[in-house]
C-alpha cells in the first residue's frame, strides 16, 4: 500500500506564490513520473506539470513560466512552486504518481487533494 499525502495549500491574493508538496509513502521500490492535476468547480481534472524520475519536466502552456515542478527522489517527494497566480489557477491540486512497489508491480496512485484559491 501505498500513500500520497499533500499539503502547502491555502488563499492566496493575484500575484503571490505558494509551494505544494506531495510525500510518497508505504511499500515503494521505486516512483516513475509524478504529476499534478487541478480540477476547478464544474471543470475535468487537467494536467498541470509532469516530471520523471530523471528529471525531465513537462508543463501545461497555461502555467509554464510561472509553476515550476521538481522532486526529491531520496524523500519521494515532489514539490509545486507557484508564482504570479491568477484568479483561474484557483482550483483542487491532486498529486498524482506511477509507483512501482516491492512486488515490482507498478501502480497509479493520487493524493487527497490541496485546495488553492487565488483571489482577485
Known amino acids: 500500500q501505498v500513500q500520497l499525502v499533500e499539503s502547502g495549500g491555502g488563499l492566496v491574493q493575484a500575484g503571490g506564490s505558494l509551494r505544494l508538496s506531495c510525500a510518497a509513502s508505504?511499500?515503494?521500490?521505486?516512483?516513475?513520473?509524478m504529476d499534478w492535476y487541478r480540477q476547478a468547480p464544474g471543470k475535468q481534472r487537467d494536467l498541470v506539470a509532469v516530471?520523471?524520475?530523471?528529471?525531465?519536466?513537462h508543463y501545461a502552456d497555461s502555467v509554464k513560466g510561472r509553476f515550476t515542478i521538481s522532486r526529491d527522489n531520496a524523500k519521494n517527494t515532489v514539490y509545486l512552486q507557484m508564482n504570479s497566480l491568477k484568479p483561474e489557477d484557483t482550483g483542487v491540486y491532486y498529486c498524482?504518481?506511477?509507483?512501482?512497489?516491492?512486488?515490482?508491480?507498478?501502480?497509479?496512485?493520487w493524493g487527497q487533494g490541496t485546495q488553492v484559491t487565488v483571489s482577485s
Open positions: 498524482h504518481a506511477n509507483v512501482v512497489v516491492t512486488t515490482l508491480d507498478e501502480y497509479s496512485y
Open positions: 516530471i520523471s524520475s530523471g528529471g525531465s519536466t
Open positions: 508505504g511499500s515503494i521500490f521505486s516512483i516513475n513520473d
